[in-house]
């Protein structure tokens, strides 16, 4: 495509993708903190489901590495008034988290005497 077509799908995908994020967001299904986006279809499942559902729409489950991420998944867990998963597992260690990949977990937010497992973490 010439150059000036190109910058006219550019500008026509930046559109809709526009528009979806502000049905998206009327919707309650999208939130951003920290230049992430957050979104949910609203649907309960199982983890394995979850995760997989994230891979393909291209993205990753859930783990917040802040306050402001943290917050992001905790408005969907007020507005469907349901819990979240996350992408934590237990470590080899008893008792420790890390991320799905391994990676240690540098920002977490238990309540006192958390992680149970009995989800109210």
Not at 21 to 39: D, H, P
Not at 98 to 104: F, I, M, P, T, V
């Amino acid at each position: 495509l010439a150059d000036n077509e190109n910058g006219d799908a550019i500008r026509q995908l930046e559109y809709r993708i526009s528009r979806l994020e502000g049905v998206l967001r009327l919707n309650k299904m999208i939130t951003e903190s920290g230049g992430k986006i957050f979104a949910t279809n609203g649907k309960t499942g199982d983890f394995d489901a979850t995760v997989e559902k994230c891979n393909e729409a291209g993205g990753f489950i859930a783990s917040p590495r802040s306050p402001g991420e943290n917050d992001a998944v905790l408005y969907f867990v007020k507005y469907f008034n349901t819990y979240a998963y996350l992408g934590i597992k237990q470590s080899p260690i008893p008792g420790k988290f890390q991320l799905l990949s391994g990676a240690q977990l540098r920002y977490t937010n238990w309540y006192s005497n958390e992680p149970s497992g009995r989800g109210e973490e």
